[in-house]
């Protein structure tokens, strides 16, 4: 299990292959930069 702060309330878990992304916010977030909410596809 990784977790890694990308700044204010945004942070991202990573456990078996997985990636939770948890954030009010994602731009104009700097630390955020790198992940593309276009890319991200639900998985209920």
Do not use: R, W
């Not at 997985?18 to 991200?40: C, G, M, Q, R, Y």
């Amino acid at each position: 299990m990784q977790f890694t702060y990308l700044g204010h309330a945004c942070f991202q878990v990573t456990v078996g292959g997985k990636t939770l992304l948890f954030d009010p916010f994602i731009s104009p977030n700097e630390l955020a930069k790198h992940i593309d909410v276009a890319t991200i596809a639900a998985d209920y």
